[in-house]
């Protein structure tokens, strides 16, 4: 990715409990492919929509764009869901942003659940990339750079990674100090396109931090389907 691409700002959203239920209720009406979706599922859905309505105006609707999802496989090799260390996976769904754009929440979420249904497929893709892992461990520093979201184009791509099962909120880390009163991501270097669900309160809100180009963002934070359940953070 060339650096002018990867300019843009990280900005925090909130989405309270009572917001994803009536999130969830809505596209839990237009589901399609799957019998079940995850507020997750919903969540992802509002978010890349949204991000890609933004992008609409500069962006040729007829060009595709892809949403990487990052995946715990922890359960998918029988693992303990505390297990410290990378074992995950990546999810890939791939649409015109026309499609994204026209298509109702809910038809989004399921197929973004369908993706989430072969378990046999997605513990065999792990398997395939450490395979190509150590052999490119074994090859040394000229060996091949993989990436686990494949190539990315940060104009028009969605990557996300949610942290809202983490447990964080119930536990003190013995400081003495008690439990946390708010958990947040560190800011780093602008990447378009990436998300971050972060652990879900005690209260069962969620707040998501995602990075956009500024003319971007400005579009994003004034779309009324974003703000019918989410609210910026100042």
């Known amino acids: 990715v060339a650096p002018d691409d ?58 595709h764009m892809k949403f990487a999802r990052a995946v715990d496989a922890r359960s998918l090799f029988e693992q303990d869901p505390h297990q410290i260390g990378v074992c995950l996976n990546m999810t890939f769904n791939r649409w015109p942003i026309r499609e994204v754009t026209d298509q109702p929440l809910g038809v989004l979420a399921s197929q973004l659940r369908g993706k989430l249904s072969d378990r046999v497929y997605l513990r065999e893709t792990v398997m395939v990339f450490g395979s190509m892992l150590s052999r490119a461990g074994k090859a040394g520093t000229d060996g091949p750079l993989l990436s686990m979201a494949g190539t990315v184009d940060p104009s028009v791509d969605v990557q996300i990674s949610s942290w809202s099962k983490l447990d964080c909120y119930e536990n003190n880390f013995n400081l003495g100090l008690g439990n946390p009163t708010v958990v947040l991501r560190p800011t780093f270097v602008p990447v378009p396109g990436l998300v971050y669900f972060l652990p879900r309160r005690s209260d069962g809100g969620v707040s998501v931090t995602l990075c956009l180009r500024d003319d971007d963002m400005t579009q994003f934070v004034s779309d009324p389907l974003l703000l019918l359940y989410g609210t910026p953070i100042e």
């Open 6 to 63: 990867l300019s843009g700002a990280w900005r925090y959203f909130d989405f309270t409990k009572e917001k994803l239920e009536r999130l969830k209720t809505a596209c839990a009406k237009e589901i399609t492919e799957t019998p079940f979706i995850s507020t997750d599922d919903c969540l992802c859905a509002l978010i890349c929509k949204t991000v890609t309505r933004a992008r609409s105006n500069r962006v040729d609707p007829s060009r």
